[in-house]
């Protein structure tokens, strides 16, 4: 995926990694970028700083019949989407007894937007015999996110979905990349560790914090060599494998780690 002269739809595009992504998108050439979010005000203040290239509008990623009217604008103002960044995610900071309510939105961000989303883009993609997906998934989908029950459950379907999507399409000329960055730099993080969330804190004590514009750089890099699993923090693959070897070992070692920051 070279991004130039590209049309780029972008979730959460409003703050964080969204609007780094929409900025490095159209410093590589991006014939347009759409920025889609929850805050509407915040999605137009980003596009225009970044310029005429940017276009924002509202979007709830919980309502399917919003994200396919967001695809089917998208393609009669620019003809197509070549690139489609399903971006926006929530965290709960809760456990087994977070409420119901938690637990619904998590699974309704984090995965079923992902499944809306795919619904919507694949057909003209599919027609066209190209496209790239970009789903936000998180390291916890990979690893876990201790102190965070829903948010670790909703990452690992969203990674499994993306797998399934890429394991489907690839041989219908679609590529689909997970990406999955730890600790990052966003008012997602900056939020649980202001409200003293035992996940946020976990993630700043088990490695470096990204800038947004960090995870871009790597996003850009993966996206180029249309990789499936992109990693801003290079050691989560050491991380996984190690996990994956000796689950009892990782388990181990992130127990004594929450003992430690709990005192």
């Known amino acids: 995926m070279n991004l130039t002269d590209r049309v ?3 979730t959460g ?3 964080g990694i969204g609007s780094a992504l929409a900025r490095r998108f159209v410093a590589e050439g991006a014939a347009a970028v759409v920025l889609a979010d929850l805050d509407a005000d915040a999605a137009r203040a980003v596009a225009a700083e970044i310029g005429p290239v940017a276009h924002a509008v509202g979007l709830d990623v ?6 396919r009217a ?3 604008e998208t393609e009669r103002r620019y003809g197509r989407i070549d690139l489609f960044c399903a971006n926006a995610g929530v965290a709960t900071g809760g456990g087994v007894e977070a409420p119901d309510a938690d637990w619904d939105r998590a699974w309704r961000v984090n995965v079923l937007a992902h499944v809306y989303t795919a619904r919507a ?8 015999g190209s496209g790239h997906l970009l789903l936000t998934c998180s390291a916890a989908g990979l690893l876990t996110a201790v102190g965070d029950a829903p948010y670790s459950a ?6 499994g979905f993306a797998e399934w999507l890429a394991i489907t399409y690839r041989d219908a000329g679609i590529r689909v990349s997970a990406l999955c960055p730890q600790g990052v730099d966003t008012p997602m993080l900056a939020g649980g560790l202001a409200a003293g969330h035992l996940g946020a804190r976990v993630i700043a004590a088990s490695g470096a914090v990204l800038t947004p514009d960090q995870v871009a750089d790597a996003t850009i890099a993966g996206l180029a060599e249309e990789r499936f699993l992109i990693l801003p923090h290079p050691e ?7 996990r994956a070897e000796d689950p009892d070992g990782w388990q181990a070692g992130l127990r004594k780690l929450v003992r430690k920051l709990r005192g």
């Open 8 to 10: 780029a739809v972008i």
């Open 236 to 242: 989560v693959a050491d991380y996984a494998r190690r």
């Open 121 to 128: 883009v694949l057909p003209a993609m599919l027609r066209r």
């Open 62 to 67: 919980t309502d399917e019949e919003q994200v």
């Open 154 to 159: 909703t990452k690992h379907a969203a990674v």
């Open 70 to 72: 967001l695809v089917e």
């Open 13 to 15: 595009g409003a703050g």
